[in-house]
């Protein structure tokens, strides 16, 4: 255990023994156990750091096909299913049914199952959501919906555990200290996974914008930007109010170009599985981290009990400040897949270019959410939160007044691009924060307040996307980013107290 891993121990917890030897690990009541990597030849070493690294290469692979067809099956939800309201309060109830899963299913399934049948046995429930695409009706679409929501919680809850494990495992290897290595995976895995964004919606725009009928194209002046009359495309941005009924940009594409695009997403949804079945290995429960353990070292069995410690864990005034920022995390990402999309792009490109803009939100959230965690080393935590929320503040105020025509095509692009940036920021800086102003014995519940209050956003943005206009939603977002960036400030402020008052004590 190196002087800065005991360090950090002495901080979180003041009366551990600092006794240590350089040979040893250190239990809490300063006992030295000798420790067993020391004891391997280096030929061994070197194969488990490649066996940990392949599991890490194989699980983000996985992810990448599997994510790829239901990423962008959900970025067109609102366009190719907007009958009713059918596609976004379909994926409102995915996340409703996620919310409950979060609760009640990932321990047990995990417990019985294991990491690599649990990642399998729930990444089968996505398949069971993209076969109701092929035939979208309120029948097959909304069962799918609930049963890729239940799903959906075992496999990210055993994928982050699996991940944790297997980063532990590499640290005690390279000598290094846990939360440096699981950082680490955690960003290479979020960098694959950003990534998703971009092939999906490649896939989708080409197969969406090339017409499989022969005679569509008779003519040879094909072209993949739908040119529509002016006083139809007056409805379209902020103005959208679920009535443009003359509008063919929003026609639904021919079912033959929908099959190709729901079968190729499939097929990569079963290459997924594959995957894990033939190359991820398996990993033992029980080596999970004290965020997911009881008192005796244990996993607690009981989901309820997980219930009542989230809720319980709502007193704690640091998480009602920051329910509000991971309220607006939700509402921000309906907003862009549920209404941005329809809205602006299909409203006045086609549906067919919703692939090609989402690319770029795409290219740009990878790559953020890559620098965003090397940048705040040298900003600093608040800053790279307020240039998150002043970035969608200006995004949204211009998409209140922007009207939305083909002749400004870049400014689509470039829109796409800085909602990436934010988003990148959130979702890695939001997980960070709630690690950081939480106590290790705090996180298992703060993270499941996370998971819960994140879904509620999806499901406010998806439950009224439907029966409100663009502008409205807009401004309730703008609201949302304000109150959250108040409670934010909020817990910086204390934090920043609670330092100098620790300070203080050791001087």
């Known amino acids: 255990m190196t002087d800065k891993e005991i360090e950090?121990?002495?901080?979180?917890?003041?009366?551990?023994?600092?006794?240590?030897?350089?040979?040893?690990?250190?239990?809490?009541?300063g006992t030295i156990h000798q420790d067993p990597v020391a004891e391997l030849p280096l030929p061994i070493l070197k194969q488990h750091k490649r066996k940990i690294l392949k599991n890490l290469a194989v699980l983000s692979l996985a992810w990448l096909f599997l994510f790829t067809g239901y990423g962008a099956i959900q970025n067109l939800q609102s366009s190719l299913n907007k009958d009713e309201g059918l596609g976004t309060v379909s994926v409102s109830v995915i996340y409703g049914s996620l919310v409950l899963s979060c609760m009640f299913i990932p321990p047990v399934l995990i417990d019985a199952l294991g990491y690599k049948?649990?990642?399998?046995?729930?990444?089968?429930?996505?398949?069971?959501?993209?076969?109701?695409?092929?035939?979208?009706?309120?029948?097959?679409?909304?069962p799918g919906a609930i049963i890729v929501g239940l799903g959906a919680a075992p496999a990210w809850a055993a994928k982050c555990a699996y991940l944790t494990n297997r980063g532990k495992e590499y640290a005690q290897l390279t000598k290094d200290t846990d939360a440096a290595v699981v950082t680490?995976?955690?960003?290479?895995?979020?960098?694959?996974?950003?990534?998703?964004?971009?092939?999906?919606?490649?896939?989708?725009?080409?197969?969406?914008?090339?017409?499989?009928?022969?005679?569509?194209?008779?003519?040879?002046?094909?072209?993949?930007?739908?040119?529509?009359?002016?006083?139809?495309?007056?409805?379209?941005?902020?103005?959208?109010?679920?009535?443009?009924?003359?509008?063919t940009n929003l026609k639904r594409p021919d079912d033959r170009q929908v099959y190709l695009l729901m079968g190729i997403y499939f097929a990569l949804g079963v290459l997924a599985i594959m995957i894990i079945w033939i190359f991820l290995d398996h990993a033992d429960n029980q080596q999970s981290d004290s965020a997911s353990t009881d008192g005796d070292g244990k996993r607690p069995r009981c989901s309820p009990a997980l219930l009542v410690a989230t809720f319980r864990h709502l007193r704690h005034p640091n998480q009602l400040f920051i329910i509000p920022l991971t309220i607006y995390r939700g509402l921000e990402q309906g907003f862009l897949s549920g209404d941005f999309t329809?809205?602006?792009?299909?409203?006045?490109?086609?549906?067919?270019?919703?692939?090609?803009?989402?690319?770029?939100?795409?290219?740009?959230?990878?790559?953020?959410?890559?620098?965003?965690?090397?940048?705040?080393k040298y900003i600093g935590r608040?800053?790279?939160?307020?240039?998150?929320?002043?970035?969608?503040?200006?995004?949204?105020?211009?998409?209140?007044?922007?009207?939305?025509?083909?002749?400004?095509?870049?400014?689509f692009f470039v829109l796409a691009a800085l909602w990436g940036l934010s988003d990148a920021i959130w979702?890695?800086?939001?997980?960070?924060?709630?690690?950081?102003?939480?106590?290790?014995?705090?996180?298992?519940?703060?993270?499941?307040n996370y998971r819960m209050w994140d879904s509620v956003g999806f499901i406010m943005a998806f439950a009224y996307s439907s029966y409100i206009c663009t502008n409205m939603k807009l401004f309730i977002l703008l609201s949302v980013l304000g109150a959250g960036m108040i409670g934010y400030t909020i817990i910086e402020i204390k934090e920043c107290k609670r330092e100098r008052n620790s300070a203080a004590l050791e001087t």
Not at 196 to 224: D, H, K, R
Not at 356 to 372: E, P
């Open 117 to 142: 049948w649990t990642l399998i046995g729930s990444m089968f429930c996505y398949l069971v959501y993209m076969l109701a695409n092929f035939y979208a009706s309120w029948y097959t679409l909304i």
């Open 427 to 448: 979702q890695t800086q939001i997980n960070a924060l709630y690690g950081c102003i939480f106590s290790e014995d705090e996180q298992e519940a703060a993270f499941a």
């Open 342 to 376: 329809k809205s602006y792009v299909s409203c006045a490109l086609g549906i067919n270019m919703v692939g090609f803009v989402m690319i770029c939100y795409g290219v740009s959230g990878s790559l953020f959410s890559f620098l965003s965690g090397k940048v705040v």
């Open 382 to 411: 608040p800053a790279c939160f307020w240039a998150g929320a002043v970035v969608h503040f200006c995004v949204q105020v211009a998409l209140v007044y922007w009207k939305p025509i083909p002749e400004q095509l870049p400014v």
């Open 8 to 29: 950090l121990r002495e901080v979180s917890n003041p009366g551990y023994n600092k006794t240590h030897s350089k040979d040893g690990t250190l239990s809490a009541n």
């Open 184 to 247: 680490r995976f955690f960003g290479i895995f979020f960098m694959v996974f950003k990534l998703t964004q971009v092939i999906g919606n490649a896939i989708s725009s080409t197969v969406l914008s090339v017409p499989l009928n022969p005679e569509s194209n008779s003519t040879g002046n094909f072209s993949i930007i739908h040119e529509i009359e002016e006083e139809i495309l007056e409805q379209c941005g902020a103005q959208y109010c679920q009535d443009i009924t003359n509008n």
